[in-house]
C-alpha cells in the first residue's frame, strides 16, 4: 500500500510544479507568440515579485494587501520594461532582442541587491513564513504539503481564466490576431501597443503568483533565484510548442511530470516492496538507478529540450509551420 | 588585385611587428616595475580578449549565436588543472582520481620554462575542441535563439557535471593549489597567436563562407557555399581557445570552483563582444579594454559608496543603449588596417 501514496504523492508533486511552470511558461509563450522575443528577464520578474511579497509581509502588512501590492508591482516592473526596453528594438534581430531581455534581467538582479541593501536586509533573505501557505494537508495516510495544493489549484483556475479571456474576449481575441501575423493585425486597426502591454501585464501577473509559490517552497531569496525557473520554463514552453500559449501549459505539467520522474526514478529499487518484481529485477535496478542519479535531472532535462529542439522543433502542440532552421 | 611585391610584404608586415614590440615594451616594463594590481589588470585583459575574440569568431562570424562557450572555458579550466597539478597535491586533494589520470602530472619544467604547463593546455584544448565538435554536430543545425537556448543548455549540462563529479573537480568544494604559471607573457603570448588566427581565419575563404551564410543562408547555399561546415569550424576552433583562455584563468586565479563559469561570466563576455561589434577583430579589442576598463573604475567607485549593484546596472544599460543606438557595436565588422600604418597613400587605416 506503501507504494500507492507514495505514487499518488509524486503525482501531486508533478501537477503542483507543473503549475507553476504552466504558470510562468505562458508569460513567456504570449510575448513571444507577437513579438519573437525570448524575455528572459521574465525569470527576474518571479524574483521581483518574491521580493516584493516579502518586504510587505516583513512590514506586517497583511496577506491581501501583500498580494495586491505584490501583484501591482510586478505588474508594473513588466510594463516599464517593455515600454522601455523592448519596444525600441522592435524588429531588431532575434538575438539582439534575446540580449535585450539578459541586460534587462541584470538591471533588475542588481537593482534588487541595491533595495536590499538600502533597506538594510540581509541576502539572501529568509522568506517570512505564510500561515496559510504553511503546513501539510492530511488525507488518511497521504500528506502532501499545503503549498502544493494550493500552486495546483490556483494554477488550474488562473489557467482556466487565461483560456477565457484569450477565446472569449476582443482584446485576447487581438492578442492571438497579433500572434497570427502581426502586420497584418495592425492593418485592421489593432492597436499593437496595448495587446502588447496586456501581455506583458498578464504574463508578468501570472509571473507574480508563480514567484509568490516559489518563494514560499524555496524559503530564502537572492537575486539570482529566477535564472533557473525561466529556464525551466523555457524548456516547458518549448515541450509543448512554443509561441502557443495551450503548448505552455501542456509543457508546464509535462515537464512537471518529467522531474517528479527523474526524481522518483534513481533509487526506485531501495523503495518497492520487496517481492513485488523478482529479486534480480531489483538489483539490477540498484545497481543502474542509484538514487545519486536524480542529482543529474537538470543535465537530462536539458538534453530531453535540445533533443525536442532539434526534432521537433514546434513541439507537443505546436503549429506545423516550421522554424527556421540549419 | 593588390600587387605582392617583397616590399609590399615587407611595409604591410610593419604595422603587426610595431605592434607587437610596443605591446613587449608594455608588458617589459611593467614587469620590472612590479605594479601587483596593475598587473592583474593586464592578465585579467589578456584572458578576457582571448574569450571575448573566440567567441566573436564563433558568434560574430558565423552568426549562430553560442551561450555556451563559457562551458568550454570550464571544461579547460577543469582539465588543465588537473593535469598540471603536482602528483603530492593530487594525492592530497583529488584521493578518488581514475588510475590514469592520477599518474600524469605535467609539473615538469624544461630549465626555467614551465613545459608541462604548455602540453596540459595543450592536451585540454584539444581535447575540449573533440568535445565541441561533437556538440556542434548536433547544435549548429539550429540557428537563431533556438542555437542560443540549445547552447545555454550546455552550459547547464557542463555545470551539473563538474557539480557532480567530486572525483575529478572535488564537486562544489573549491578546486585549489593550482600552481600559478599565468604571467602576462603566457597570457598576451597565446592573445597574440588568437588575435592572428582569427584574423586569418576572418580573411580566409573559410571566413568568407562564414560571412556569406550568416548574411543570407539562402543565397550562399545556391552558390555552392556549405552551411554547416564553416559554423563547425568556427564553433570548434573558438572552443579551442576559449579552453586556452580557461586554463590560463585557472593558472592565474590557482582556486575556482564550478559557481565561476556561469552565467554572469557569460553575460560580460557578451557585453564586450557586443559594445566592440560582431564580426571585427579589433572591435574585440577595443570593446574588451573599454569595458574591462569601465568595469574596474565602476568597481572602484562602488567599494567606497557600497552601492554594490550600481556598476551591473550602469553595464547593462550602456549594453542595452548599444543594442538600441548602434547595433552593430562601434566598430560594426570594420577594421583598424593594421597594415596599411606604415604605408603611403595607403588610404584610411580604418577599412
Known sequence: MNLVFYVIQQFVNALSIGSLYALMAVGLAMVFSILRLINFAHGDLIMVAAYFAAFALLGKLPLVVTIVLMLAGTVLVGLLMERVAYRPIRGAPDVSALLTSFAV???????????????????????????????????????????NVVSLLLGIILLVLLSLFVTRTNLGLSMRAAAE???????????????????????????AVAGLLFAVQAGQL?????????????????????????????????LGGLEVLLTAIPGIGDILPPGLV????????????????SSYRDAFVFVILILVLLFRPNGILGRREREEMG | MRLETREWRLKSAMGPIVAILGL?????????????????????????????????????????????????????????AILTLPLREKQEYLPNLPAWLAGAHFDFRLGSFPLGF???????????????????????????????????????????LLFNADNLTRGSRTFS?????????????????????????????????????REDRWAAQSIGIDVLSPRLLAFVVSAFFTAVAGSLYAHFITSFSPTVFYFDLTFKVITMLVVGGMGSVSGSIVGTVLVVGLAEVLRRLEDPSQLY????????????????????????????????????????AVE
Open chain 1, 105 to 147: 534581467g541584470q538591471i533588475l538582479q542588481n537593482g534588487t541587491l541595491l533595495v536590499t541593501r538600502f533597506l538594510q536586509k540581509p541576502n539572501p533573505l529568509a522568506f517570512p513564513v505564510i500561515g496559510a501557505l504553511s503546513g501539510v494537508f492530511t488525507f488518511g495516510s497521504i500528506t502532501v504539503s499545503r503549498v
Open chain 1, 181 to 207: 501575423d502581426l502586420p497584418a493585425a495592425q492593418l485592421m486597426g489593432i492597436d499593437i501597443n496595448r495587446v502588447i502591454a496586456t501581455a506583458f501585464a498578464i504574463g508578468s501577473g501570472l509571473a
Open chain 1, 222 to 254: 537572492t537575486p539570482y533565484m529566477g535564472f533557473t525557473p525561466v529556464l525551466k520554463a523555457f524548456i516547458a514552453a518549448v515541450i509543448g510548442g512554443f509561441g502557443s500559449i495551450g503548448g505552455a501549459i501542456v509543457g508546464g505539467y509535462a
Open chain 1, 278 to 293: 523478482a529479486p534480480s529485477v531489483q538489483a539490477w535496478l540498484k545497481h543502474w538507478l542509484p538514487s545519486s542519479l
Open chain 2, 24 to 80: 613587449v615594451i608594455v608588458l617589459g616594463l611593467l614587469q620590472a616595475a612590479g605594479l601587483a594590481f596593475w598587473q592583474g589588470l593586464v592578465v585579467n585583459l589578456g584572458i578576457f580578449l582571448i574569450l571575448v575574440l573566440s567567441l566573436n569568431l564563433s558568434n560574430g562570424f558565423t552568426g549562430v549565436f553560442s551561450l555556451g562557450h563559457i562551458g568550454f572555458m570550464a571544461l579547460g579550466a577543469y582539465g588543465s
Open chain 2, 118 to 160: 604548455l602540453i596540459a593546455t595543450m592536451i585540454a584544448a584539444i581535447l575540449v575542441s573533440l568535445v565541441a565538435l561533437l556538440v556542434g554536430l548536433v547544435l549548429m543545425r539550429l540557428s537563431g535563439h533556438f542555437v542560443a537556448v540549445a547552447t545555454l543548455g550546455f552550459l547547464v549540462i557542463v555545470r551539473v
Open chain 2, 177 to 213: 593549489n593550482v600552481t600559478p604559471y599565468t604571467n602576462l607573457w603566457w597570457v598576451w603570448g597565446w592573445a597574440v597567436l588568437t588575435i592572428y588566427m582569427v584574423w586569418r581565419i576572418k580573411q580566409s575563404s573559410y571566413g568568407r563562407a562564414m560571412f556569406a551564410q
Open chain 2, 309 to 348: 549593484g550600481m556598476s551591473g546596472i550602469i553595464l547593462a544599460v550602456l549594453f542595452i543603449l548599444i543594442i538600441i543606438f548602434r547595433r552593430d557595436g562601434l566598430l560594426g565588422q570594420r577594421e583598424i588596417a593594421l597594415d596599411r600604418l606604415f604605408m603611403k597613400g595607403g588610404g584610411s
